[in-house]
């Protein structure tokens, strides 16, 4: 998998917070894959109009926001869509075992996770999104100034208080209290977890040797949440706590959160400008599987990464019918149209037209039995 640089910035309107709590709804509960049930669904704006259609999928809790409210969107099209925030590793190990219809990850899967399914898949670039620095301290506001060796320091239990001189040389004049951190992580298998180790193990030779990265490691200090929702659950509650949170569910639960030092030397906030700077410019294998974490672009949030939506190419020859193969690809194409014009208001980055071309032609070469759809 070839890790990639976002380059030049572009600058996109910040939406209001409570756009992206309406848009945020409840994941619907995931099981095995449905075939369609006949019938004509109405017709939308969405283009993606046909039978009646249930398909499943599971995964990424980074996500579960996008497809919740690309769910009800297409709803009116004739597709179900029931997606379980369970974990990017979930996902595709439920992927891997034919017991949903498609699997959300963040991180792209290895080559060794993709020869232990049941066939060729294709990666499909969803969104790019924000990994918050968010933390529970009272009397300092948002834009804390951090940088990668520092927050490794902090989940690796070596700077223990928040007025360690380590943080205060970052934040001259800020009035830093003499409270203990309590590090809030993720518990499961989490592709948020395997973004934000990769942060840290571009500024940390001590994590990189002793904790690494992946979607599941041995955190040396904390306490562990399920899901993004569990972690912001967790850092609201616990007065001088800091955690890794999608931005989506920060802002949905008001939080302060730093400004995080990038490879170019800024202290950059997690806006969706900052998001969308990483995307400008970039260049991806033809299996569209890469990684943008810590951009070198100048304006660029480090620790920014994108979600995938992941497919058997042959789904019928994975196991699964040839109506949810069909809705399938439905929901794709609503997912790389009309659907990316709805990211921002949910807080996240839209592709760039590049990815976007490359994986609409991927859409055209889905099959069933091997037949295309």
């Not at 309107?13 to 409840?26: D, H, Y």
């Not at 963040?106 to 294709?122: F, H, I, N, R």
């Not at 990483?278 to 070198?296: A, H, M, Y």
């Not at 058997?312 to 193969?325: E, F, L, T, V």
Request: charged share 15%; proline share 4%.
């Amino acid at each position: 998998m070839m890790k990639m640089r976002g380059l030049a910035p572009a600058t996109i309107t910040v939406l209001v917070v409570a756009l992206v709590v309406a848009a945020c709804g409840s994941s619907g509960n995931s099981g095995h894959h449905s075939s369609g049930s006949g019938g004509s669904g109405s017709g939308s704006s969405s283009g993606v109009s046909g039978a009646a259609v249930t398909i499943s999928g599971s995964g990424s809790t980074f996500a579960a926001p996008i497809y919740d409210q690309w769910g009800s969107n297409v709803k009116s099209d004739g597709i179900t869509v029931n997606y379980a925030a369970t974990g990017s590793g979930a996902g595709v190990a439920q992927l891997q075992a034919g017991t949903v219809d498609f699997a959300g990850s963040d991180p792209a899967m290895t080559d060794a996770q993709m020869s232990a399914g049941k066939g060729a898949v294709y990666h499909f670039p969803v969104a790019f999104g924000a990994i918050t620095m968010s933390y529970n301290l009272s009397g300092v506001k948002t834009g804390l100034k951090l940088d990668g060796s520092t927050i490794a320091d902090i989940f690796l239990g070596k700077i223990k208080n928040w007025n360690d001189p380590a943080i205060a040389a970052l934040n001259p004049g800020v009035h830093l209290p003499n409270q203990a951190i309590t590090v809030v992580h993720r518990s499961d298998s989490s592709g948020t977890t395997a973004e934000f180790t990769e942060f840290l193990d571009d500024y940390s030779p001590t994590w990189k040797s002793q904790v690494g990265t992946g979607k599941e490691v041995k955190f040396p200090t904390g306490t562990g949440g399920k899901g993004n929702a569990g972690v912001a659950a967790a850092v609201k509650q616990t007065a001088g706590a800091i955690g890794y949170v999608e931005s989506a569910y920060a802002l949905q639960n008001g939080f302060t959160y730093a400004a995080v030092k990038n490879s170019a030397g800024h202290f950059i906030l997690p806006t969706l400008a900052s998001t969308t700077a990483v995307t400008e410019g970039l260049k991806v294998p033809s299996d569209l599987r890469f990684s943008v974490i810590n951009s070198s672009g100048p304006s660029a949030y480090p620790i920014a990464g994108q979600t995938f939506m992941i497919v058997y190419q042959d789904m019928c020859k994975a196991g699964i019918s040839k109506s949810a193969a069909e809705g399938v690809k439905r929901f794709l194409t609503y997912a790389m149209g009309p659907g990316q014009d709805i990211l921002n208001k949910l807080y996240y980055a839209r592709l760039p037209n590049d990815i976007l071309h490359q994986a609409k032609a991927q859409i055209g070469k889905l099959t069933c039995n091997g037949k295309l759809l």
